[in-house]
Structure formats: C-alpha cells, structure tokens
C-alpha cells in the first residue's frame, strides 16, 4: 500500500460519505485486512462506520475466476492430476485470494480442491512494513496514539493473521488444535454434534489443499431457504460458546457459509485456517459480562466488564462509567433481535467501556465478531427472539469447562465501594 492509497483509504473511512468497499477491495489485501480490524473497532470510528465495514467480511463482491491451467501450474506439483479422475474447470467460489474446484479422486471419493490463486505473501509484506514506517514516524509526532488502539500492534496482528490464512496447510492445524481442545473435556462437555472434513494431507501443500467435499447445506444455504430451526441454531452456540469462553480456543471466522448442517442436526465447520485464543481474563469477562447480563443483574454485569480495565475506573469515572451502561441498556434484557441487534449493542458497549479504561486488545475482538456473526444469523432467521435471556442456559453449562478462577466471581468490591452515587437498581 503506497502514501497516496494509505491516505485515500483513512480519508475514505473517516469521510461521512457512504464506504464502498470494492474501492477498499481494489487497494489490496492489506487494505482490506485493515478495514476488516476497523470494523470491530468502535473505540476508533463511529458504531455506524464499523456497521458499514462489517461487509467486508461476507464476500460477496465479484470476483473474476483465474484459469485451472495456470493455478495447478502455480500451485501443484507435477503429478498433482495423477491423483485424480478429474477437477471441474469451472470453480464452485471464487475470492480475491483463493478460489475451490470441485473434484473426485482416483477412488471415487469426492473433494473439492482449493488454491492461493497469487503470490500474495510478498506484496503484502512489502506493504505491512512500509506501513510500519509510516506509523512509526507518526507516532513520533503524536506519541499518545500508542495508547489509542496501539496501531503497531495492530499490524503485527494484521501481519500474522494474514499470513496464517496465506497458508492452507493452517487448516488442518487449525482442525487438530480444536479436536484436542475437546478432547479435553469431553467428559465433561461432549460435543457429539460436530465434525470436521477430511484433509488429504499427501496431496495438499503451502498454496493447495484437498480436503472433503462436505455436500450438507450451510448456514447460509438454510437461512436462505428458510428451513434453519431455532434448536439447530442454540446447539451452533452451544459448540461455538463452549470453545470461546470454555476452552479458550475457537474458530476465529465462523460465519454462516463455514458451518454446514446435515438433516441430523450435526455440524461441520469448515475453513479452519484461522484459530484464535482467547487469554482467561478476556474470557472471564465477556462471559461474566453475558452471564449477568442474561439473568438480568446489569451491576453484575457492568462490573465484570471491567475485568478488562488496565486501570479499574474509580470515583467520578466509575460512576459515569456505570450510569452510561444503565442508559445503554435500560429494557433492553426481554427485548428480540430484531427491536435491538446485538451487534449495534456491542459496539456501543465496547465504546462505553473503552471510555472507562477497559483495554480490547486484538485477542478480545474474535469473540465479539463472533457474537456477531450469531446475532446476525438470529436476525435474519428467528428476529422475534430475545437472544440474551436464550443464552442463559448455555453459558451456566459452559461453567463445568471454564477455569475454577474465572466462574462466579463476585463483583469487586473496592470498585464499587467507590462509587458516589447509587447505582441504578
């Protein structure tokens, strides 16, 4: 990303013009990558604004196909072809990265076939470092910008991130990392409904991966048709929730095209190239967080928040801090997702408690656009549903999997205790 589109960017989503995101498309991975992050970052742009950068994540700009001829050349060994009886032409998707061809193998099996359709890795990191500069230099005039959403740590995240996702062989690492993490605990918190497709390791590599063709309907395909059950889509949290706020070790983009269901109600989650942890007290308070905030005791609630506070707020700030939580979330517990999106609710809450000292590092943000992409499967297939108060049994079953320290931790008390005014009841 050079100056000029550096600056035509930031220009772009700081204007109160409408973002158009094939523009952000046509500046280049980083550009998007970088869009994707600001879009769950309402302690740096405006709710609306991170609203509308959210399409950035659901793909569904056009993107022209790249020959099969040229991506096995690029991508495949010489004797990649021997292994199948054939590799359609024409792909099943097409992105700005990668693209997928359906394909049967010598022995019958039907997989599908996907591709790094460039050399992205390079550019991109050209780009990432000449940015790093840039900041570097900025941050030298305007020294306190470190502590406005630490932009260098922002693009090594971005850095990372991207570049695990460049490599497809993450997948199946990102498979085994989740298949251990319930391994774990299946004692306790058996997952019986969830699976994984077969990734054929001997034919996959760095910039291809062969793996099982899952040929259920997604999500999105049931949402779609308007045949996703309400129980179907609680059990989709039940196994999301467990992994965010149990096990500490989840699927960091399942959106509704990566979560396929059969008609038996078992899941598949597919595209499992980018894993993301969750550090115990960011989990402990999102889930503190939730768990009151479902059974309706908003101090609780508010205070558990706070548990991701470099600097616990005290005295004026704590109960400016908590009077604003009350107005943000006066009758909202009972109402359904389609009266209050819980997505517009989390970025006003992350702003508010930003504002009080709470420090949302690049760990905590994975859950919450998780907690999106759930609400927005709500919305558009149950929308009279209160979705808060339906997760209330879910989280108390996620207690047995959570570290003893992070379960019912009562409010702390040196905090409260230095409020000046009554807390709302």
């Known amino acids: 990303?050079?100056?000029?589109?550096?600056?035509?960017?930031?220009?772009?989503?700081r204007s109160k013009r409408s973002i158009d995101l094939a523009r952000?498309?046509?500046?280049?991975?980083?550009?998007?990558?970088?869009?994707?992050?600001?879009?769950?970052?309402?302690?740096?742009?405006?709710?609306?604004?991170?609203?509308?950068?959210?399409?950035?994540?659901?793909?569904?700009?056009?993107?022209?196909?790249?020959p099969l001829s040229r991506l096995l050349e690029r991508c495949a060994p010489s004797d990649f072809q021997s292994a199948f009886e054939h590799i359609e032409e024409e792909p099943l998707a097409a992105a700005s990265i990668g693209q997928v061809h359906a394909a049967r193998l010598l022995d019958g099996r039907d997989v599908v076939v996907k591709f790094v359709k460039d050399d992205f890795e390079a550019e991109f990191v050209k780009d990432v470092r000449r940015m790093k500069r840039w900041m570097s230099m900025v941050l030298l005039f305007a020294p306190r910008l470190r502590k406005v959403g630490n932009p260098m740590a922002l693009l090594n995240h971005i850095e990372a991130y991207t570049l695990d996702e460049l490599d497809l062989r993450n997948e199946r690492r990102g498979q085994v990392r989740l298949q251990e993490a319930m391994a774990s605990v299946a004692s306790v918190f058996p997952m019986d409904l969830l699976r994984f497709p077969e990734v054929h390791e001997d034919l996959s590599s760095e910039r291809v991966l062969v793996v099982e063709r899952?040929?259920?309907?997604?999500?999105?395909?049931?949402?779609?048709?308007?045949?996703?059950?309400?129980?179907?889509?609680?059990?989709?949290?039940?196994?999301?929730g467990a992994f965010m706020f149990g096990l500490g070790t989840f699927h960091g983009d399942l959106h509704p095209g990566n979560a396929m269901l059969d008609d038996d109600g078992v899941y598949t989650f597919i595209d499992t190239g980018a894993i993301c942890e969750a550090p115990e007290h960011v989990r402990a308070a999102l889930f503190g967080f939730f768990e009151h905030l479902a059974r309706g005791d908003l101090d609780r609630a508010f205070t558990a928040m706070l548990g991701m506070a470099s600097t616990p707020p005290t005295g004026a700030r704590l109960d400016r801090y908590m009077?604003?939580?009350?107005?943000?979330?006066?009758?909202?517990?009972g109402t359904s997702v389609s009266e209050v999106s819980l997505t517009q609710q989390m970025m006003k809450t992350v702003r508010t408690a930003v504002l009080a000292g709470c420090t949302f590092g690049e760990e905590a943000f994975p859950i919450i656009r998780s907690?999106?992409?759930m609400d927005g499967m709500v919305l558009r297939s149950h929308p009279d549903v209160d979705l808060i108060s339906s997760m209330g049994p879910h989280l108390d079953a996620f207690k047995a999997i959570m570290p003893e320290a992070s379960v019912d931790l009562p409010p702390p008390k040196d905090r409260l205790m230095t409020t000046t005014t009554p807390l709302a009841a």
Not at 26 to 36: N, P, Y
Not at 214 to 234: F, K, Q, T, Y
């Open 214 to 240: 899952v040929r259920h309907p997604s999500i999105e395909d049931r949402i779609n048709e308007g045949n996703l059950g309400w129980e179907d889509l609680l059990q989709l949290f039940r196994i999301q």
């Open 24 to 66: 952000i498309q046509d500046m280049g991975l980083l550009a998007v990558k970088v869009g994707q992050i600001l879009a769950l970052r309402p302690d740096l742009l405006p709710p609306e604004r991170c609203l509308e950068l959210q399409g950035l994540y659901q793909r569904t700009h056009d993107v022209r196909a790249a």
């Open 371 to 373: 907690l999106m992409y």
């Open 1 to 13: 990303m050079r100056m000029v589109t550096f600056l035509r960017f930031f220009r772009m989503v």
């Open 323 to 333: 009077r604003d939580m009350h107005a943000l979330y006066d009758g909202f517990v």
